[in-house]
């Protein structure tokens, strides 16, 4: 089992940055995929962004490329989001994610993630 630790969300302006951190636990944090997800109120759970193993791959949607940019640190066992130009749509709860396969970085499909943390709250004020 892994365990997911999000921290680093709150209250930004229109155009500020923001970065939110997953601390992982319990397995061997390089044979998995890291990503992020975000979900806002009366909507369905989205892809934002992943990682591969070793960090040499990484995947963004479209609306938050650009802007966003991930990365992780392995001796931290810790995945990173830094959010540049942060827009109020980007108001959401964001969810690291964690999957030993291809549900990340392939189907990117929330349904089939293996692990989530808790959650954290961006809110970006217009």
């Not at 601390?23 to 061997?28: E, I, L």
């Not at 989001?81 to 291809?102: F, I, Q, R």
């Amino acid at each position: 089992q892994v365990q997911l630790v999000e921290s680093g969300g709150g209250l930004v302006q229109t155009g500020g940055s923001l970065r939110v951190s997953c601390a992982a636990s319990g397995r061997t944090f390089s044979n998995y995929a890291m990503g992020w997800f975000r979900q806002a109120p009366g909507k369905e759970r989205e892809f934002v962004s992943a990682i591969s193993w070793n960090g040499g791959n990484t995947y963004y949607s479209d609306s938050v490329k650009g802007r966003f940019t991930i990365s992780r640190d392995n001796a931290e066992n810790t995945v990173y989001l830094h959010m540049n130009s942060l827009k109020p749509e980007d108001t959401a709860v964001y969810y690291c994610a964690a999957d030993p396969g291809e549900a990340l970085l392939g189907d990117r499909n929330w349904k089939y993630i293996a692990h989530w943390g808790q959650g954290t709250q961006v809110t970006v004020s217009s």
